[in-house]
C-alpha cells in the first residue's frame, strides 16, 4: 500500500536520499540532526501529484487483496458509495486478476464452448428435421435459445462482475438482469413443455386441433414477454440503491454514484427470495412435478390395460410418449438440480445474515446453474432418438467428409 499525505493545496513525494531510491529520508523519519538533501539541481522538488487536495488528506492506493480492514475508509467510499473526488480528481481502485479468478474464468469459457455449440445444433437439428416439428419441439428450441444467450451473454457478464469493475448503479444493474430472464424463460419453457406433454396423452384424439402451431407461437412469445418484466424488475426500482444512498449518508444527491459491481450490491435479496424464488422459481417447478406424475400415471394406466391384438397403435403410442416424458423429465430434474442451491444461498443471506456461507459453495452454486446450460443437449443426445439421428446427419452432411447428398431431411421414425 502506497501512503501519500497530502499537503495544503499541493500533494509532493517524501525527500529522498540520493541513492536509496524513494526511501524517505532519517529526517522524515524522525531521526534529529540529519538535514534534508538538497535538489541537484539546486531547484525545489516537484510536486508528486496533481494539485489542489485539501490539507491533511490522506490518498490510500491499494493493489490488489488482503488489505487490512482498518485501511479500507476511502476504499469502501469508493466502492460502495460515491467516489471522492479532490480537485476534479478521482481515487482509482487497480485489482489484477488473480489465480483463483483466472481458475474462476477458464471453468466459466469452458462451460460456455460446450453451451453455445450444442444449442445451436438442437436449433439446427428442429430446423431442417420434418419430424422435430410439432409443439413441443418448438418450446425445446425456445428454451435453446435461452441457453445460447447463457453462454453467450450471461457467462462474459458473470466474468465481468467476477472481476468487479468501477462503474455507474443502473450500469451494473443492466450487467445483473439478462441472467434473471433467461433463468425465467427456462422455466417457463419447460412449464410449456409439461403441459403439451400431458395434453398428448390426456386428450390424444383432439391434441392436434388444440395444440396448433400458432398457439405455440403465442405461448412461446408470452413465456418471453412475462421472463422480461419478471428478469427487468429491479431495474424498475426494486433494488439496492436507496439502500446504499442511506448506508453511504449521502451529501449531495447530484453527486454521481459509482460503485464496485456485484450481483448482490445492485440486486436486492428481498427481490431474490419474496418474489423470484418463491413467486416465479419455485411454485412452477412444483407444478411440473405434478404435471409429470400425472403424466406418468395416465400412461400407465393405458400401458396396462387389457388390449386386443388389433389395438398396437395405442399401445406403441403410450409406449413412444412414456420414453419422451422420461426424457423431459429429466430436463426439469437436472434444472432443478442446477438451480435450487444458488436460491437456497439466497434465502440463507436474507434469513440469516450472520452466516457465514462459504465461497466454495457459492462458485460451486454459479457453475452449476451456468452448466445446466450445457446439460440439455447432451440429454437430446443419448435420449431422444429422434435428436440423435438428426445430429448424426448434420455432422455427416456438414462436419463429415462422407456426406450423404441424397439425403436432404430426416423422416420420423418409430421409436423415439
Known amino acids: 500500500m502506497l501512503q501519500l499525505r497530502l499537503g495544503a493545496g499541493r500533494a509532493c513525494r517524501s525527500p529522498t536520499v540520493p541513492g536509496t531510491g524513494d526511501r524517505p529520508s532519517p529526517a522524515r523519519r524522525g531521526q534529529p540532526g540529519t538535514q534534508r538533501p538538497e535538489h541537484p539541481s539546486g531547484r525545489p522538488p516537484s510536486p508528486a501529484c496533481p494539485p489542489p487536495y485539501p490539507a491533511g488528506e490522506d490518498l490510500l492506493l491499494f493493489w490488489g487483496e488482503g488489505t487490512p480492514k482498518q485501511a479500507l475508509g476511502l476504499q469502501d467510499k469508493v466502492t460502495e458509495g460515491p467516489q471522492r473526488e479532490w480537485g476534479g480528481h478521482r481515487s482509482i481502485m487497480a485489482h489484477p486478476v488473480s489465480a483463483f479468478q483466472a481458475a474462476y474464468i477458464s471453468i466459466e469459457v469452458l462451460i460456455a464452448l460446450v453451451s453455445v455449440p450444442g444449442n445451436i445444433l438442437v436449433i439446427w437439428a428442429v430446423k431442417m428435421n420434418q419430424a422435430l416439428r410439432d409443439a413441443t419441439f418448438c418450446f425445446i428450441v425456445s428454451l435453446a435459445v435461452a441457453d445460447v444467450a447463457v453462454g453467450a451473454l450471461v457467462i462474459p457478464l458473470a466474468i465481468i462482475i467476477n472481476i468487479g469493475p468501477q462503474t455507474e448503479f443502473y450500469s451494473c444493474l443492466m450487467v445483473a438482469c439478462p441472467v434473471l430472464i433467461l433463468t425465467e424463460s427456462s422455466i417457463l419453457a419447460l412449464l410449456a413443455i409439461a403441459v403439451d406433454r400431458y395434453l398428448r396423452v390426456k386428450i390424444p384424439v383432439r391434441y392436434k386441433s388444440v395444440v396448433t402451431p400458432r ?120 434444472f432443478a438440480l442446477s438451480w435450487l442451491p444458488l436460491h437456497v444461498l439466497n434465502c440463507i443471506t436474507l434469513f440469516c445474515p450472520s452466516c457465514e456461507t462459504p465461497h466454495i459453495l457459492t462458485y460451486i452454486a454459479i457453475f452449476l446453474t451456468h452448466g445446466n446450460s450445457a446439460m440439455n443437449p447432451i440429454v437430446y443426445a443419448f435420449r431422444i432418438k429422434k435428436f440423435r439421428t438428426a445430429f448424426l446427419q448434420i455432422w455427416n452432411q456438414y462436419f463429415c467428409c462422407k456426406t450423404n447428398k441424397n439425403t436432404s431431411t430426416t423422416t420420423a421414425e418409430p421409436g423415439t
Open 215 to 334: 398457439r405455440a407461437a403465442v405461448a412461446i412469445a408470452c413465456c418471453w414477454i412475462v421472463s422480461f418484466l419478471v428478469g427487468l424488475t429491479p431495474m424498475f426500482g426494486w433494488n439496492n440503491l436507496n439502500k446504499m444512498r442511506r448506508t453511504q449518508e449521502l451529501n449531495a444527491s447530484h453527486t454521481e454514484f459509482v460503485i464496485k459491481c456485484q450481483f448482490e450490491t445492485v440486486i436486492s435479496m428481498e427481490y431474490m427470495v419474496y418474489f423470484n424464488f418463491f413467486v416465479w422459481v419455485l411454485p412452477p417447478l412444483l407444478l411440473m412435478l405434478l404435471i409429470y406424475l400425472e403424466v406418468f400415471n395416465l400412461i400407465r394406466k393405458q400401458l396396462n390395460k387389457k388390449v386386443s391384438s388389433s389395438s398396437n397403435d395405442p399401445q406403441k403410442y403410450y409406449g413412444k410418449e412414456l420414453k419422451i416424458a422420461k426424457s423431459l423429465a429429466l430436463v426439469l430434474f437436472l
